[in-house]
Each structure stands twice: as C-alpha cells, then as structure tokens.
C-alpha cells in the first residue's frame, strides 16, 4: 500500500486540533486532500474519531463542558470496543458486545461498514472485520494513529478506511437514523423516565450522533457540513445561555412566587422577620441591577400556558407586564426627547419659553410650587412648552421638533401593537374546554391548586371543592329528572361569579369614564379659554413690541440688539403645558390616594384589628371590619385607567411615562406588601386566567378612547404661537411636511403628495376595510367549523360509550345465560382483572350488569394494547393478572356471533333506536 | 467552568437536557434540597454521592406541605416508591411540576400521582381516596362514591369500570386548568 503520508503531517494535525470541532472538520479535510493521493479515501468518521481520541489526551482540561462529557462518553464507547477486539476471534459477533443497549443502530452501522468491505479495493473476504484491516494494508497513516491510540488511551483505533464512497441510500438512511437520534435527545426530557434511564438513552444517543454525523457529509459539502454542526452546537449553547440570562433578568419573579404560595397570608409583624428582610434587601439588590431589562417574552409564555395560577398574582404579572410597556415608552420620550433637549437645545434661561417669568421667580423654587409642577418644573425638558422650534438641534443636526412628533406617534402605535399582540395570543389558548361532559372528572383530578403552600388558602381550598362536589351532585340530581333545569341552573352555577366580576368591573369602569371625560372635557373648556386668551396676547404682544422698538430706536438706529431678559417677555398661556400639567398632578395625586388608601385602609385596620382583637367585645378578625381583601378588580382597573391617563397625557407632559415607571415600581412592592401581610385570602376565588382577555380588551379601549382627544389636540388645534416645538405653525403634523420638504429629494415629496392625494387614500381605506371584513368572516366561519367538530367529535364518543355500555349489558345477559355451560377460559390479562370488579358488583347486591362483561374481541384487542405498551416501557403488567384468583365467572363467549353484531353496526350510526331513550344517563345503581 | 460549585459542568449539562428545568432553577432547586439537609448533602455533587433523603423531609416543604397529595407525589418520584429522594429524583419531581413541563408529562405522572395502589388503572379506590383527600373526609360515603361513579362514567372511554392511562389523558388534555393547577412554581 501506498506510504504517502508523512509522520510530521500527522504530528501537525495532532498539534493543530486539539479541542475545536473546527480543528476537526479542517483536519478531515486535510486528510482527505492526503489521502486522495494515494488513491485513498477514508471517512470522516475515523477522521474524526481519531481526532477526539487525540483531542482528549490533549486539553480536556479546557475543553468546552459539552464535548468533555461527549468525549468521556466516547472513551467508554471505545474501551468497550477495545475489549471487543481483544475477543475479535469470534469475528464480527464480537462487535454486537451484549452490553451495548441499541443493538439495532449498532448492527445497521455494521452492515453498512461491510458494504464497505465488500467494495473496497483491496477485496477482504467477508469475516475480516474492520480492525485487522488496516494492519493487513499496512497504511501507515492508520497505523500510526492506532499506536498513537494504543499508547495515549490503552484503546485502539477502529479505523476502517473505505475506499469507495457510501451509496446514496445508506447515506440517507443513516441521516434519518441520526437525526432521529439527534430529535431523541432534543424530546428526551419530555420522556417519563427516571432521570437514571434518561442519563443512559441520552448517553448512547449522543455517541451515536458522534460517531455518524461526521459521515455525513462527503466530498466537497464536508467541510460545510461540519461547520454547520458546528455552528449549530454554537448557537444551541447561545440559546441556552441567553435563555438564563433572561431568568435571570425578569422583575419580581421570586415576589409573585411568593404571593402565589402565600397567596393573602396575613402574617402581619410575622415571625420570620428576618428572613422577608433578608429577602427584601436581596431583591432590591437584584432590581437596581436588573430592572432596565424586562423580558416580556418569558411573560407571554406563562401566559400561553394560562398560567395565571392564583388571581393575585395574576394582578402582579399585569402589572408586571404594564411594567414592561412603561419602561419601553419611558425610554423612548426618554431617550428621544427628553435627552437630546437637555443636552443639544439651547440651555434654560435663552429664550422666553425657557425662562421662568418675572411674576412667578420669587416662588420657582417653593416647594409647594415644585410639587404642583409649576414654577422651575414647568419650565424644564418635563413639558412640551420648554422644547424650541429651531428645526435641527446640536452637531448632530437632531431634528427636535419631528422627534418629539414621532415620539408621540410612536408611543400610541406601539402601545396598540402590544395590547392586540397580547389579546390574539391570549385569545389563541382559549376555546376548548368549555364542554362539560367531564365535569366530575375534571373537579377530581384538576380542582386542587398546587400552588397552594399556605394552610389557610388550602383550607378555603378544601371546603370550596368540598362544596362545589356537593353542588355538582345536586345538579346532576336535577339533571336527572329536568333537564332544561339543569342547563339554566348549570349556566348560572358555572357563570355566575364571572358575571359578576363583569358587573362589578363595568361599573367601576362607568364611573372611571365618567370621571375622565369629564375631566377631559373640563380641560377641553380650558383650552378654549387659553386660546381665547392667546389671541389677546398675541395682539398685546405687537404693541408691546412697538412700544418697545418705539422706545429704543430714537437712541440706537441699529434695531436688532435690544436686550431684554426672556424673564420679562410677556407671554402666550401656553395650553399644551397647561394639559400635561393637569396630567402630571392627576398622575401623582392619583398615586397618592392609592397609597395612602393601602397604608390606611389595609395596614392600620390589619393593625387595629389584630391588637384589638385581645380586648373587645365580638371577634374583630372575623366579625365586622375583619382584614381586608385584596380587591383584584378594582386594582386592575384602576392600573388601566392610570395607563389611560398617561396615553392621554405623554404628548404633552414627556415625563409622564417616567413617573409612571417610577409609581408602578412603588406600587409593586407596597401593594406586595400589603397583600402579605395584611390582607386575608379571597373567600371566593375567580380563574382570572379566563377574565384576562376581558381585562386587555378593556386596556384597548381605553387605550382608543385616550387616543382621542389626544389625536383630536394633535390635528385640529393650532399649536400655541411661543412655546413647544411647533410654535410657528398653523398645525402640529406641518412638521412632517417640512421634513419632506427639506431633508428629502423633491421627487419623494411629489409621491408623497400624490400618495396623500384623497383619490388614492379613500381606495385604500376602502380596500382595508374590505380585508378585514373579509378575514373577520373568514375567522367566523373556522370558529364555526372548530365548534362543529368539537360537536361531532362529542357525540362520536357519546355514541361509543352507549355501544360500548349495550355491548356490555348484552354479553352479561348473554353471560348470565351460559354460566352453567361453559367453563371458564383464561383469554388473557383483561379478563382477570375484570372479576374483582364484578365480585365487588355482586356482592354490592345489585344486579347490575353494566360492565362486568366485555366482549372478547374488545379484551383481547386491550390485551394486545397492553402488551404493545409494556413494550414501550411505559408500564408493566406484572402487578395484576398473575396474583388475582381465577375467574368465578366466565366472561368469555364464543366469538363469531359477537363479530357479526359488530359488523353490523357501523360506528356512528344508532344502533339501536329504540333503546336509545331508555339509556340512563347515570349509572343504574344511581341512588 | 465551576461556577456553581455543586455540579461538575457536565453534570449540569445533562441536567439541563433532561429536565424541564433552566440553570437558574436548576441551581436554586439544588440549593432548596440541600436547605432540607445541609449536614447530608454535600455541596460536591462531582463523585455523584449516594444520598437519599428521607420523606419527612421532603414532604416539611413549604410547597408541599399542604398538598395533599405530598405523599402520592414523592412516592412516585422516589427510587424506591417509599417517598425518599435523591438529588435525581428531586429534581425530577420539580422539573415535572414546572411550568416548562409538556402537557403529555405532567398528564402521565398525575396519572401516577393518582394511581394510589400502582395497578397502572385509576380504579374506584383510588378515586375514594383521592375524593377523601381532596375534601378531608367531609362527604359521606354515599356521597364519595356518588362522584367515584360519576367519574368513571364520564372518562372512562373502554368501559372496563376504571381509568387507564389512555381514558386519563383523553380527559385531562381538554381539561382548562389543568396545567395552571398541576404546577408548582421553584
């Protein structure tokens, strides 16, 4: 055989990949190119093989931890390997060593490994297993890498060099067979195994796929190949690491946790003092570090799966969730707007609109003033009247104006996507499960809340599943002999606490709209009034002028440097400050209430009641003022509405969303707190995952409804002559007009114009309308469709049941007829399992016989089921059937006549119509 | 890579792919078993020692402790069916009952949960005791085996007089709370 390679060319490749799958994959290549010359042609897989066993004796140390586990799991693949040859005598057998698990895989990589054998050009006989080969060629490329092998991991190489490429079909059928393996590991830990099985399929899997995926690739896509694994493996450990990363950032995730245990414990000045100190501090560490990253996709997950566990909680994720948007909004005025003004427009104190005026210097600086946001606060980046009109602002030629526009466009766009984003992925989790034919089923196995770690919520627990059994059994008792009844007694049992809740939030939610549009149209009045007032001044302000030209112009002939100080400038009333002024204190004063309303209204009477309790007359705690509950809809509302406000309000008032960050901040921990500690658990408990909807739907109108007046200002008011960064024009949305004007080509503002042209805009509309008229009907129709097979689906099983249930009676007629004759026969395990059941029914003395019989194609078709599955691992008979005592009573009949009836009755069809009536909707020992 | 200090990376790694767990649970769960023993457990976990807990100590956590199904839930993911634990099976456990669990494995191992007497069938025992349980023996027998009835009347699809793990699933997969309840957050 040929001697091309060369001990130095091997001795760099040992050099060259000592850890990397790169290092690898150029290795293959390498070695290709090599032994291409020599007429050769080996695989990648020993390539590759020899590459890790080099590899591993090399830096381990430092390797990355997955190809470290990879590569001791393989050491052990080859050891066993080792220990095969040493016993190679037998010849192929000893490669199917019996400790090997996937005996299957292994021999189809055998047979594929002897297609090789046979084509190869040296022309081994068919016992020469792929180990001696290489020694018979003498090729001392293998050669020298077994030895280096040998003596590096006292196990040899299994270096089978193949001279002919793999056909095409064993290529793809090894491709099927590792991604197939590759798909075992990825669903492995959805795999009800214990973690020790689970361990060792992994183990072998990825050995697997270690072994063959390098095998893969051929010729020229090789190289790519492995690189693409490569890249891969890369981007899965990204994931995984980003995937941490994001844990590790969401807000108030171990808080909600702990209302979702605790859930409204009132442990007020608890015991574990301490530890809720020590947790606190932890936490807030943990917010000052990560609060700026909020990942809201984590959120949406949670609420994919509908897991809104406990109502409280639920409130904490929207508001967590409302978190999210505000710190978006927040750092777009805030980044946007309010930064670039401080830092790039003129400075406080150039212009009028900028300087505090000559009447209200004495009190800027008051507190009183400050906290009304007048004074030094309303002459500060806070408000829209501070911002200049001067077009581009700074070296970086910031287009102020249009920003501040966009900004305020964008805040309302982005808010509508998010709120409809979230209500189509909620609405896509619901449907389903409104049908109620397992209503029992469903109290029994899925009532208990796992949540639940606190013995005063598991005690409300107990007794409302306790009483909603007991109200099931009652309705069904109903149902037994009304069934109308039943419908209308069921709807209002099952609906009617949400109907409530409804009722409940619809009125808040009334009187919430009454009040803001009140005030909106209180400030509508206002803006009037200022802008009444603004043509005065604007008339007083020529004259002023003149007065003041008049004055000068004797003494100084050049007009422009007459030197006033802004202060005095006499000045327009400004009403766009005037609106985010009213909004900001609403804002606050709004929080305030609600604060003081907790510290007073929650804690003081927890407090009261909790140390009065020892010295009154009647059981404070739980008689009249008791602990308060934690009133989930009214604190949802009043988060919405706040929400409104500062939708409405951020136009004009860019500081808005920032107070609002830093109230829901607050807001968080104080209500957490109170819900801990002086609040008791709901008596009556809501699924808010249900109302969730209904709450982001009420989001999105209010969201409409204070778009509005907000549009209405934005498109229909002039804006004010001297202050705000659109003073001088006759609208707000000129700007982006100018901008087009401006900083695009003519051509573009020419399309524009044409694009904005009614005769094109009123089509278009027309056609939108038109799509989502049509889409709407589309979705209608599906949802009919969804519920119809839902329909069909429902009375198919019904119908099966029934057959089954007559089958049942007929056979133990049938069965009851030919006790004495025929002799029991064991058919299989279904049977014996099945008299323990009837033994219990006869000694219950009824003569029921609805399911003590089953026909034997039925049992023995389970039978087979069974076994099919014990296959699978997943359960093992060996617990029944063996010890149980024979059958007294033989369940079995002959079969053909039971065939014939099958046939008979083509699923779905009545079987028997005139029976139909008579079934029971119960079973017959219904007392 | 020994960031955590308790794992070897590798270990973690397998962890990881195995359970339906993050790093960031999967460490706190870790810390959260050896909280139940600090004098037990080592903070090693390299040589992969042989430590079980026992179930009292399992079954003393505040998640569990007022489940009642706490025994039911730590037998069936014991080694030994007794309710004692090693750090594998604690993590199985948890890595079940989290959110990021598939509906199909959280369905399986309620079944198990359920399946008071291991016969791989719900039968009328089981569902007595679980009614009993989940009521604290408030309903009168009568009552218990009313809804027993009703129960498998309802699910059970082949007509055998009690729930195989196929009837189970058929009925539990459409129920709405299901994932929401069968759940426990670490």
């Known amino acids: 055989m040929p001697k091309q390679e060369k001990p130095n060319d091997i001795e760099e490749n040992v050099g060259s990949d000592v850890d990397s799958e790169e290092g690898s994959a150029a290795e293959n290549e390498e070695n290709v190119k090599v032994t291409d010359k020599g007429g050769k042609r080996s695989t990648p897989r020993t390539r590759r093989g020899h590459a890790r066993v080099r590899a591993r004796c090399g830096g381990e140390e430092d390797e990355d931890d997955e190809d470290g586990t990879r590569r001791a799991g393989h050491r052990r693949h080859r050891n066993r390997r080792g220990r095969g040859r040493a016993a190679r005598n037998e010849g192929s057998d000893s490669e199917g060593d019996p400790t090997r698990k996937n005996q299957a895989n292994e021999k189809s990589k055998e047979d594929y490994e002897e297609e090789y054998e046979k084509g190869g050009k040296s022309g081994k006989g068919k016992d020469k297993k792929q180990d001696k080969k290489p ?35 064993e290529l793809a059928k090894l491709k099927e067979e590792v991604e197939e393996k590759k798909k075992l590991i990825a669903t492995l830990r959805n795999k009800p195994w214990k973690m020790k099985k689970k361990l060792s399929v992994l183990k072998e899997a990825q050995l697997f796929v270690e072994k063959f995926e390098g095998a893969l690739g051929k010729g020229k896509g090789k190289k790519f190949y492995a690189y693409k694994v490569m890249m891969t493996k890369k981007w899965m450990k990204f994931q995984r690491d980003f995937e941490n990363f994001k844990t590790a950032c969401i807000p108030w995730e171990m808080k909600i946790k702990e209302i979702e245990r605790l859930c409204g414990k009132h442990t007020l000045l608890g015991l574990d003092k301490e530890n809720r100190f020590i947790a606190l501090l932890k936490f807030m560490l943990c917010m000052t570090i990560c609060m700026p990253m909020h990942s809201m996709t984590r959120l949406w997950m949670q609420e994919k799966m509908g897991h809104f566990g406990s109502s409280v909680a639920s409130y904490f994720i929207f508001l967590r969730w409302m978190y999210g948007i505000n710190m978006i909004l927040f750092g777009l005025t805030f980044g946007l707007v309010m930064v670039p003004e401080a830092l790039m427009g003129k400075p406080y104190g150039s212009l009028p609109r900028k300087t505090v005026p000559r009447a209200e210097e004495a009190s800027a600086m008051n507190f009183a003033t400050l906290w009304d946001f007048s004074g030094f606060a309303q002459y500060s980046v806070l408000f829209y009247g501070y911002y200049n009109n001067q077009r581009t602002i700074g070296w970086l030629k910031f287009r102020m104006p249009l920003s501040y526009f966009l900004v305020g466009v964008g805040t309302i766009g982005y808010s509508f996507m998010i709120v409809i984003r979230t209500m189509a992925r909620n609405a896509n989790d619901d449907g389903g499960g409104d049908d109620t034919s397992f209503n029992f089923s469903w109290k029994m196995f899925t009532s208990w809340d796992y949540l639940i770690g606190n013995p005063e919520t598991a005690d409300n627990k107990f007794a409302s599943i306790t009483t909603s059994f007991k109200v099931n059994m009652v309705m069904s008792l109903l149902g037994m002999f009304c069934p109308t009844l039943f419908d209308v007694i069921s709807s209002l049992e099952n609906y009617h606490p949400r109907i409530a809740l409804r009722w409940q939030l619809g009125r808040i939610f009334a009187l919430f709209l009454g009040n803001l549009y009140t005030f909106i149209i209180a400030l509508m009045d206002e803006i009037n009034l200022k802008l009444e007032e603004e043509k005065i001044v604007k008339y007083n302000m020529t004259i002023w002028e003149a007065s003041l030209y008049n004055g000068t112009i004797p003494e100084n002939s050049t007009a422009p440097p007459i030197q006033v100080d802004p202060a005095d400038v006499p000045r327009g009333p400004c009403w766009e400050t005037m609106v985010g002024q009213e909004f900001v204190r609403l804002t606050v004063s709004d929080t305030m209430t609600t604060y003081i309303t907790i510290l007073i209204g929650d804690f003081l009477r927890a407090v009261f009641v909790r140390f009065f309790n020892y010295c009154w007359c009647w059981d404070l705690e739980y008689g009249f003022p008791s602990y308060s509950e934690f009133d989930i809809s009214g604190n949802v509302l009043g988060l919405i509405f706040n929400q409104g406000m500062i939708w409405m309000g951020s136009f004009y008032a860019p500081c808005l969303p920032a107070i609002n960050v830093f109230r829901l901040h607050t807001s968080m921990y104080l209500q957490c707190w109170a819900v801990m ?9 809501f699924k808010a995952s249900r109302s969730n909807n209904f709450y982001m739907a009420m989001l999105l109108f209010i969201l409409f409804l204070s778009t509005l007046p907000a549009v209405y200002t934005i498109v229909s008011i002039p804006p004010s002559f001297d202050c705000g960064p659109f003073s001088g024009k006759t609208r707000m949305f000129e700007v982006i007009s100018e901008t087009l004007e401006h900083d695009f080509p003519s051509w573009f503002g020419k399309v524009f114009g044409y694009a904005s042209n009614p005769g094109l805009v009123l089509p278009f509309i027309l056609l939108m309308v038109l799509s989502i008229y049509y889409l709407n009907a589309t979705s209608k129709s599906y949802k009919e469709a969804n519920l119809e097979l839902k329909k069909k689906l429902q009375s198919q099983a019904e119908e099966n049941k029934r057959r089954n249930k007559q089958k049942a009676q007929k056979s133990n007629e049938q069965d009851e007829n030919s006790f004495e004759t025929e002799p029991p026969q064991q058919t299989g395990g279904k049977q014996d399992e099945s008299t323990p059941n009837q033994d219990k029914k006869k ?21 087979l089921q069974h076994a099919g ?43 028997f119509p005139g029976m139909q009536p008579g079934m029971p909707r119960g079973p017959p020992s219904y007392r | 890579m020994k960031g955590f200090g308790f794992f070897t990376s590798s270990n973690r790694l397998f962890f990881l792919i195995l359970s339906c767990t993050d790093n960031y649970r999967l460490c706190i769960l870790f810390y959260r078993y050896r909280d139940l023993a600090p004098q037990l457990v080592p903070l090693d976990y390299t040589h992969k020692p042989d430590v079980t807990l026992p179930y009292e100590l399992i079954g003393s956590m505040p998640e569990l402790k007022d489940n009642p199904f706490r025994q039911r839930i730590a037998e069936v993911f014991s080694e030994d069916g007794d309710g004692n634990m090693t750090l594998d099976n604690f993590l199985d456990m948890f890595s079940v009952l989290s959110e990021m669990a598939p509906r199909d494995l959280k369905a399986y191992y309620a079944f198990k949960i359920y399946d008071f007497n291991n016969d791989d069938y719900i039968c009328k025992s089981d569902l007595e005791k679980t009614v009993n349980k989940l009521t604290r023996n408030e309903l009168t027998p009568e009552e218990v085996s009313l809804v027993c009835e009703k129960v498998i009347y309802e699910a059970d699809a082949d007509n055998d007089g009690k729930l195989s793990l196929e009837d189970f699933q058929h009925m539990i997969i459409r129920a709405p709370d299901f994932l929401s309840t069968f759940h426990i957050r670490i």
């Open chain 1, 135 to 169: 020694d018979k060629k003498g090729k001392k490329e293998n050669a020298n890498k077994k030895k280096k092998d040998k003596k590096k991991s006292g196990s040899g190489s299994d270096s089978d060099s193949e001279e002919e490429p793999i056909t095409e079909e």
């Open chain 1, 843 to 863: 000694g219950q003395g009824g003569n029921e016989v609805k399911r003590t019989g089953q026909p034997q194609e039925a049992s023995s078709s389970q039978a």
């Open chain 1, 677 to 685: 500690c002086c609040n008791v658990p709901q008596e009556r408990v």
């Open chain 1, 869 to 911: 599955l014990d296959l699978n691992g997943h359960y093992l008979p060996q617990s029944r059937g063996g010890n149980l005592p024979p059958p007294s009573i033989a369940v079995t009949r002959p079969p053909a006549p039971r065939g014939y009836g099958m046939l008979g009755y083509p699923p779905g069809n009545t079987c």
